[in-house]
Structure formats: structure tokens, C-alpha cells
């Protein structure tokens, strides 16, 4: 949590409380489809990660509150938080979005693994997506080949539309052994020298126990959402606002192809370009690619760089 002030914390823990008795004895259901007690005190520091303040989370926490039934699902509160979040703010709103945008870069996995080599590259990493690697007994195509120093790294990329399905285990053990292989062919490769220093396991969602038991036992790193408490996803995209263009309101499922058809993966591409360049290479019609670029400059405030 940031480092908030003396008041903030009253607000955050004092001012929900007019409606716990609201709150108390409702069950929800989670994406997965498993029942759990609706938590206010989540829903208002999720709020106020997104960069709401504590008064203004409170009181929307209070009012989705006053609004939510029983067996109501987390996805239907997730949408009543962000429509009101967005009267309060556009790019705070668009924040609230990033676990929705990121379920939404399908209905392959292949644009969340051209995703995932950005979000690499803006943390220094020299990457490759899609490179097809030999292992000791067969050939892997991996989804994102990351070098930093002299340390590489293989990244297997597992993407679910639908934001409730852990990666188990099984998952875990398939990537460690894909990492396996690779790292024997090359340490018995004739070019000696030649290695991969570790194996990651790269999702949108969540990881199981067991998944994540076993890859801290073998070393495998793990980046999924929330997980781990240094280096989660959403952390990792949070720190240098790699938001997916998939994260702007006018970002439709054409658009968002014609976008990434011609190299606009993130908000940030956007934001780093003049209107008039955005309107030229976006392949959108005017009024679409204008109301994108708006978007993109409120949640990526930026100095535009690429004019030509």
C-alpha cells in the first residue's frame, strides 16, 4: 500500500463503517464461480489503487454497498465500481479496467504474448517472441525469449479470456520441463557457454497453491495477477504504465485489430505520438483515432516523440 497520511487511514477504515451492516451476511461469486463474503475494506483499497483517494473510494465502496444482492456476481460490482469511479476520474477509471483489458487481448494467446515482450522490454529486458528453440528431445516454439546482462530467460505466456481460471499446477510442471530440455541441448551444444538461467510461468490470472508450491521449489518465477507480492503483473505493467491499448474505452474488438495490426500494442505507442502521425499509421477513421489518442494521453501523459 502507498504511503498514505494519518487521515487517509481514518478514511479508509472509519468511513465505511455506516455500511458494514449492509455488507456483513452478503455472499458473492467470484469469477470462478465460487461463493465468498462481499468485503467492502477490498473493494475500497482496490479503489484507491487505481488512484482514487480514500474519501472518494469510500463512498463509492459504500455506494456499490447499498446497491449489491446476494449471489450478486464480482463481475457486475467490478462494472457498477468503475462506471462510478469514472465520474470521478477518466484515467483513475480506466486503471480500475487493467484485469478486464488484459482478459480482452484475445481470442488468441498471441497478442497478451507480443503484450508480455513489451511490458519486458520497458523493464530493460532484450526480448523475442515466438522463437522457435531446440531442446535435448524436441523442438519448442517459445512464447518470449528475455535476455538481461547475460542472464536469459524462456517465458511461457497462459492467457484465459475469462479472468477466474487459475494456472494449476499441471501448467507449472509443463513449462519447467519445456525449460528443462532447452537447457540441456544448449549446455551440450558444441557453442559452449550457452544457457537459460531460468523458466517463467507468465498469466493473466491467478496461480493455484499447488502451481505455485511447486514452482517456488524448482525455481520456476512466477508472474501472474497479485502474484508474486514483488513483481506481479500488474505491478510490473502499474510501474512504468504499460497499460494494453486494450484498457481505453473506445478500444473496440476491429479497432483494437487494426491497432495491433499496425504496432500499437500499448497506450503508451499511442501516447508517444502526435495526433496527426496517430491519425496517419492507427488505420482507424478520424473520429475513432481521436477519441483513442484523448484516452491514451490521460492515462499515459507524455511528451510526444514520433512526429514523422
Known sequence: MKNYTIETYRLFY???????????????????????????????????HSGAPADIAAEIAGEVARKIFPSAK?????????????HYNLSAGM?????KALSSLGPSGFPFEKYIGRIMQGHGYVVE???????????????????????????ECKYHSE????????????????????????????????????????????????????????????????????????KMIE????YPATILP???????????????VLAQDIADVDEEFFLRKSGLDNRTARAIKREADEICPCIAKNSG
Open 14 to 48: 472509519e468511513f465505511p463503517k455506516w455500511c458494514y451492516s449492509l455488507t456483513m451476511a452478503i455472499t458473492i461469486l467470484k469469477a470462478s464461480g465460487q461463493p465468498e463474503e462481499f468485503d467492502i475494506r477490498k473493494l475500497t483499497s482496490s479503489l484507491m
Open 74 to 86: 464480482t463481475k457486475d460490482i467490478y462494472r457498477m465500481a468503475k462506471k462510478l469511479l469514472k
Open 163 to 234: 479472468g477466474g481460471k487459475p494456472a494449476d499446477v499441471k501448467i507449472a510442471l509443463y513449462i519447467h520441463s519445456r525449460f528443462n530440455d532447452i537447457k540441456k541441448a544448449l549446455e551440450l551444444s558444441p557453442e559452449r557457454g550457452q544457457t537459460v538461467h531460468q523458466g517463467w510461468l507468465v498469466t493473466n490470472t491467478r496461480c493455484t497453491t499447488d502451481a505455485i508450491q511447486y514452482a517456488e521449489c524448482v525455481g520456476l518465477r512466477i508472474m501472474s495477477w497479485r502474484y508474486p507480492e514483488t513483481g506481479s503483473l500488474e
Open 250 to 264: 473506445s478500444a473496440r474488438r476491429q479497432t483494437l485489430e487494426a491497432l495491433f495490426r499496425n504496432h500499437f
Open 129 to 155: 517472441v515466438g522463437r522457435i528453440v531446440d531442446g535435448y528431445c524436441v523442438r519448442h516454439e517459445v512464447d518470449v525469449l528475455a535476455k538481461k546482462g547475460n542472464e536469459h530467460f524462456i517465458m
Open 239 to 242: 510501474e512504468k504504465r504499460l
Open 95 to 99: 486503471r480500475y479496467s487493467l484485469k
